[in-house]
């Protein structure tokens, strides 16, 4: 499967952004998705991630209560919405593809890797 994010962009603290993951195939349904970030100098990191069917999600403590990780199937996509930003969430963020039916916050589960899309939160 291929990935393409999509949605970064530069946002005041306190602002809001929905990333977008669109998918090419038509497995999408298959792959349990996950989102992760790295900043310059830093670890790409964990941020979310949801199971095939929605019905599980999980976060970064960091950014529990002010992200929310969703997909839809039919469109082969999943989204990131991003609310009360703080500057500490600049990074590139990348949406990935683990052939599994699990959450896992590890980046070595995840068998495919999209671009990547730059969020900047200005203070």
């Known amino acids: 499967v291929q990935l393409q994010a999509c949605g970064g962009g530069l946002v005041p603290v306190g602002g809001s952004l929905r990333l977008s993951c669109a998918a090419s195939?038509?497995?999408?349904?298959?792959?349990?998705m996950g989102w992760f970030r790295q900043a310059p100098g830093k670890e790409r990191d964990f941020v979310a991630a949801?199971?095939?069917?929605?019905?599980?999600?999980a976060y970064a403590d960091s950014v529990k209560g002010r992200f929310t990780i969703s997909r839809d199937n039919a469109k082969n996509a999943v989204y990131l919405q991003m609310n009360s930003l703080k500057p500490e969430d600049t990074a590139v963020y990348y949406c990935?593809?683990?052939?599994?039916?699990?959450?896992?916050?590890?980046?070595?589960?995840?068998?495919?890797w999209g671009q990547g899309t730059q969020v900047t939160v200005s203070s």
């Open positions: 949801i199971r095939r069917s929605s019905d599980i999600k």
């Open positions: 990935a593809a683990a052939d599994s039916d699990y959450v896992t916050p590890y980046n070595y589960n995840y068998r495919y």
């Open positions: 195939g038509r497995t999408f349904s298959r792959y349990s």
